[in-house]
């Protein structure tokens, strides 16, 4: 029942994004539609946009499922029963982390068909050649690594806007941080969710998932240890 | 099965350089209904979050249900209901929804309870809870602590804000309901008058310090105001004379047991006793604040005035 | 029976409810062996915690005054006034100790100390 207590409180953004999600391919194709722009580069829109609104997801469901469990004000209704605060953390965490995967699919799915109405090989852009499926995880690893990261901050400093604030400074900062660390002392810093170093696709891939985990884990000590 | 439903131990809370709880000690018996009486900021809240592992004691030690608060807090949860000093909850839920969500922790839930306090409490159970009124808000509380099937409900200041009305009908259900089951009621109030009504212990506390806990009957039944008119009266305060009051020849006493026999021994030694009456509850925490408030030190070695000795 | 409590007042609630019985018992309005409300149902109606009901009656039948038959049921018991009467006597015990110290303190007699206290028996007109 927590996790459907979960569900409701994140239930109206969670469908306004689901159909946000599932209508931006097919209409930007409809606007776009004899001009061409579509065959050309409608892979790699596709490519970005799945990117950005995943992460625009993200930083929301982080911030509302959060704020519902830890906020200040639900937080001695929920901390005295009888249940550990680390099951609270991970359990709505998840919930979230379901939406978000939900939405993913959904949008991938309408995005995956509007092209193939216009293309036999969807992902692929005769300008930019193939959208690969790497990209499109690195997308995914993203959102997911942004939705930890701004959950376990809001968390943390009990604020939604604090918690998406610092996320967003966070996420949308560190690239510039790292061209100034190359430039200045000629080190590369990895960026999320890129691939680190000389470590493999893959590899990296589960090292990022690994961090966003780390996130999570973070706050949940943080949140045993506080004081309400 | 131990005898207390509640045990506190010197038990300390500072926060940063509040001393917030000041060597707490209490003594809830099973099966009572004890009011748990302060000011605001006297420490009530604080105790409480402790004794229900919201926050950790600074040091001392409790026991809730014969558990240890650091080593036990699941099964304490388990097994205590709980209303809190803020009433806010899931807004967009409603009291329905309410008692689905928390239904599921609890074992020992009773659905039959929900249904006979919807009603008795007139609830409006199908309505979202931020649109729900103060007094309603705080009764859908109730219900959720009621319908849990707990051997101890603790409440925090459970009737802020609420009528009249409202606040005479939840103190009747938390007495019948205690009664019926047995469970323990521990609720901090700064409403005298309402304590009055249902509990059979009080404990006061100002400052973090306690200042007496007692069977309230004991207490009305033990302190005595008298005025006495005479010259050289006895002007010391000890564990009987609480406080003592001069102005010109006329002396006020508040004595804390066998009052009538202190107005005789002053009848006796040759004073004019020209009043001996009983105090409200009000009267003695107000007597009892004063004269904590005119200790210059945080403990001058005072121990509570009376303690539960009779049963 | 109507009982009404103050539960502000310096006296204690069980206290005022074994009063009230007495007072009714001693005016004739409860009669020897009727019956009286149940503990829940008293406290229910009063609006406070049945254990102080509880005590009130406990008290009351320590006292002889009322009696619990066994299957239920609480009743005024059949020989109330001789006990009644001890509570009477303890109850004006203090006002008589505070006359004679008074008087003493004054520096009266005896005979003039008793001699006030006839003339207010004799206005009262006190019935045998």
């Known amino acids: 029942m927590y996790l459907w207590k979960c569900w409701r409180d994140t239930r109206s953004f969670f469908l306004v994004f689901l159909i946000g999600a599932a209508i931006v391919m097919p209409v930007a194709a409809l606007v776009c539609k004899g001009t061409g722009l579509v065959e050309e580069f409608g892979a790699n829109a596709f490519q970005s946009t799945f990117g950005l609104i995943l992460v625009a997801v993200a930083l929301g469901l982080a911030a509302i499922g959060a704020i519902h469990e830890f906020g200040d004000k639900t937080a001695h209704f929920l901390f005295t029963k009888p249940r550990s605060r680390a099951y609270f953390v991970w359990v709505s965490w998840s919930v979230g982390l379901g939406e978000l995967l939900a939405i993913a699919a959904v949008n991938f799915l309408a995005g995956w068909l509007t092209l193939l109405r216009f293309s036999k090989n969807p992902l692929h852009s005769p300008v930019f050649g193939p959208v690969t499926s790497q990209q499109l995880v690195e997308g995914l690893i993203m959102a997911i690594y942004t939705y930890s990261l701004a959950y376990s901050l809001t968390a943390i400093l009990r604020s939604g806007l604090k918690g998406l604030g610092a996320a967003m400074g966070i996420v949308f900062g560190l690239p510039f941080l790292a061209i100034a660390v190359r430039w200045r002392w000629h080190i590369n810093l990895p960026i999320p969710t890129s691939p680190i170093g000389n470590l493999s696709l893959v590899a990296s891939d589960l090292t990022w998932t690994f961090v966003a985990l780390l996130f999570v884990f973070i706050a949940q000590i943080v949140i045993e240890r506080g004081e309400v | 099965m131990s005898e207390l439903a509640i045990s506190v131990n010197r038990l300390t809370k500072v926060y940063g350089d509040v001393l917030a709880v000041n060597r707490l000690d209490l003594s809830v018996p099973r099966g009572s209904i004890y009011g748990f009486l302060g000011r605001n900021g006297a420490g009530k809240t604080s105790t409480i979050k402790m004794l229900l592992g919201l926050t950790r004691p600074t040091s001392g030690s409790a026991h809730v249900l014969g558990m240890d608060i650091l080593a036990s807090r699941m099964p304490i949860l388990r097994r205590t209901a709980f209303v809190s000093e803020k009433k806010t909850l899931p807004p967009s839920l409603t009291p329905s929804e309410l008692v689905r969500f928390s239904r599921g922790f609890y074992p020992t839930w009773l659905d039959q309870a929900v249904e006979k306090y919807a009603r008795l409490l007139e609830i409006p159970m199908n309505q979202r809870f931020e649109r729900l009124s103060n007094g309603n808000q705080t009764k859908v509380f109730l219900l959720l602590a009621l319908a849990q099937g707990a051997e101890l409900l603790i409440l925090d200041e459970p009737t802020t804000a609420l009528d009249p009305v409202s606040v005479d009908q939840l103190l009747r259900v938390l007495a019948a309901d205690a009664a019926d089951r047995g469970t323990t009621v521990f609720f901090s109030s700064h409403q005298l008058e309402e304590v009055e009504q249902i509990a059979e212990y009080v404990g006061m506390v100002e400052g973090g310090r306690l200042l007496m806990e007692s069977r309230l009957d004991d207490v009305k039944n033990d302190f005595r105001v008298i005025t006495a008119a005479g010259s050289n009266l006895p002007r010391e305060t000890n564990s009987q004379v609480l406080s003592v009051e001069v102005k010109d020849n006329f002396y006020r006493y508040v004595i804390t047991k066998d009052g009538e026999g202190y107005a005789g021994d002053l009848a006796q030694n040759g004073a004019t006793v020209t009043h001996v009456a009983p105090l409200s509850l009000r009267e003695i925490f107000l007597e009892l604040v004063r004269k904590e408030k005119l200790c210059t030190s945080g403990n001058a070695g005072e121990t509570p005035v009376l303690s539960s000795s009779s049963s | ?128």
């Open chain 3, 1 to 128: 029976m109507i009982f009404h409590v103050n539960p502000s007042s310096g006296v204690p609630i069980y206290v005022q409810i074994e009063t009230q019985v007495k007072n009714a018992i001693s005016a004739g309005a409860l009669k020897r062996g009727q019956a009286l409300p149940s503990v829940r149902k008293l406290a229910s109606e009063l609006g406070i915690n049945p254990n102080t009901v509880a005590r009130a009656y406990l008290e009351l039948e320590r006292n002889g005054v009322i009696a619990t038959v066994p299957g239920g049921g609480t009743y005024v018991a059949e020989n109330v006034p001789r006990l009644l009467k001890s509570e009477k006597l303890r109850r004006l015990q203090p006002y008589a100790r505070q006359l004679a110290v008074e008087g003493v303190q004054l520096g009266l007699t005896d005979e003039e100390i008793l001699g006030m206290l006839q003339e207010e028996l004799e206005r009262l007109g006190v019935r045998k």
